[in-house]
């Protein structure tokens, strides 16, 4: 395996990354609150994990990925009354929406996907150490994490209690010892769903999981945390005292890694957009891999503009969305899948190579890959690798004179190999790229309200004026397709069409 160097937000510096077994990766991201559907900036971090997770894949390491379902919160309880809807009934259907959607944008299924629901007799096990060693203190049905027990609190976010609290009006609450406490376990209320505890019916407060889940799942320490950075402060600090505070200073995360924000451009409050920046809404416009390739592009820690334009109807109701961002990042992804299905046709004519050299250029996307996902998972500079590779197989298809017959089709399978492996590692170019292709020409019909039967009638008639040798009809008639967005190919295996790209 290759060593990797990361950068941890605990330490605030780029660090070798030593797991605890060698080969072996322990890694827990905290995973969605599922009480609606899931929206772009869900998807940002989970493709950014998983990019992790593949490359470290990719790198030779054998990686257990755990990630989490918060399936009791306060946010499913309130949408569940308000909908009239049972709350662990309504977070089950919106779970599986996201796994759904996180599928469309490549995202591996965790190894383990625990739930609160499912964990809370590990939950009443950790408060019960808590309170046992006097990390935590019961107040009548409730149990609070005590924060003056824990004074390494607030090494991760790097700020201080008091520095938080200043220009803050804090609620006293008299069931607290400090307004910092904070909630481990929650006396039950009527209409929430509760279970038995030493304390009495209740629920756990939100940042307990985390820490329950990581020992049963990693052990008490275990190799990398992942989440958005807006996770830092207080999830994270708060995972970080309860696990520490009931295993001791030196267990839990050894490196932490968070994500940066999407930033939208063009339109600011995406909540007032409706469902437009939902998954499913993205992934039916534009692809789900489209939104892959456009994530992978960034660096997961930069901060990213993400360019959309609302489509809003005379009385102003957002009716749709154009994803400019997201429409480059399609024709990027077409530029590949053709790449990789010239080179399939190429091969397939002629048999697989046999054994031999391949051409110099043609060995380096690899090993660069290797070494820039080895530096804090730099995918965008191996995606300017992916280009370079591309553009030498198409140099070698458009032109292989001079070049030695087996030598070239050797070259181009390892392009069409490594293309397809080192795609592997940022989770793109898994499709059949004639699939591929035929669906976004779909999607393309779709948003430029083509009329397909019109096309294929022209189509027909063209061949048929060609057979005819009536060139002038038939130039005609390309003309006429052209005008109308329509690309006409003819191949030796007949005509074929293309919708073009609108790039506006
Ligand atoms: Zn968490």
């Known amino acids: 395996m290759t060593p990797v160097r ?78 009239h809807e049972d709350p662990m009934a309504l977070a089950a259907r919106y779970a599986a929406d996201y796994n759904r959607d996180m599928a469309r944008f490549g995202v591996l299924a965790p190894d383990v996907e625990p739930k609160v629901s499912t964990h809370i007799a590990e939950i009443i096990g950790l408060i019960e150490r808590l309170i046992a060693n006097g990390s935590a203190y019961q107040v009548e049905g409730d149990v609070n994490f005590e924060i003056a027990k824990f004074p390494a609190y607030g090494a991760l976010s790097g700020m201080k209690l008091d520095e938080l609290r200043a220009g803050e009006r804090v609620e006293i609450d008299a069931r607290k010892r400090s307004p910092d406490d904070f909630a481990l376990w929650k006396a039950a209320k009527p209409g929430e769903p509760a279970w038995d505890s030493p304390w009495g019916k209740g629920r756990p407060g939100w940042h307990i999981e985390c820490s329950a889940m990581t020992v049963t799942h990693l052990g008490e320490t275990f190799d990398l945390h ?138 380096k996307l690899e090993p660069d890959a290797r070494a820039a996902l080895a530096d804090d998972f730099n995918t965008p500079v191996v995606m300017a690798s992916l280009y370079e590779a591309a553009a030498l197989a198409n140099r070698l298809l458009d032109e292989g004179k001079g070049i030695d017959k087996q030598l070239r089709r050797r070259t181009l399978a390892r392009l069409g190999k490594d293309l397809r492996g080192v ?57 006429e397709l052209t005008r109308a967005g329509i690309a006409v190919h003819d191949t030796p295996h007949g005509t074929d069409w293309s919708v073009q790209d609108d790039a506006s």
């Open 226 to 363: 992942g989440g958005g950075k807006d996770l830092i402060f207080p999830h994270h600090e708060n995972e970080i005292a309860q696990s520490r505070g009931a295993y001791g200073p030196a267990t839990f995360a050894r490196y932490w890694l968070h994500n940066g924000f999407l930033n939208f451009k063009g339109e600011k409050m995406a909540r007032s957009l409706g469902n437009v920046v939902d998954c499913s809404e993205i992934a039916d416009a534009v692809g789900g891999e489209a939104l892959r390739l456009f994530c992978v592009s960034h660096h997961f820690r930069s901060p990213v503009d993400f360019d959309f334009q609302a489509i809003r109807d005379a009385d102003q109701q957002v009716i749709g969305a154009r994803f400019y961002s997201l429409e480059a990042a399609d024709r990027k992804l077409e530029y590949f899948y053709i790449t990789l299905k010239r080179i399939d046709e190429f091969l397939a004519a002629g048999g697989e190579p046999g054994p031999g050299t391949v051409m110099p250029e043609a060995e």
């Open 6 to 83: 990361l950068y941890d937000s605990f330490r605030r510096e780029k660090v070798p990354f030593e797991p605890i077994e060698p080969g072996k990766v322990g890694m827990y991201v905290c995973g969605p609150t599922p009480y609606t559907a899931a929206h772009i900036g869900h998807a940002y971090s989970a493709i950014a994990f998983d990019t992790i997770r593949r490359s470290l894949r990719f790198l030779g390491y054998q990686v257990r990925f755990v990630r989490n379902i918060t399936d009791v919160e306060d946010k499913i309880i309130k949408r569940a009354n308000e909908v």
């Open 423 to 479: 795609g592997d590692a940022l989770g793109v170019f898994a499709d059949d790229p004639k699939a591929y292709l035929a669906q976004r020409r779909a999607r393309l019909v779709k948003r430029r309200a083509i009329d397909v039967a019109a096309v294929e009638r022209l189509l027909a008639e063209r061949v048929a004026a060609r057979a005819a040798k009536d060139f002038t009809r038939s130039d005609a008639i390309r003309a």
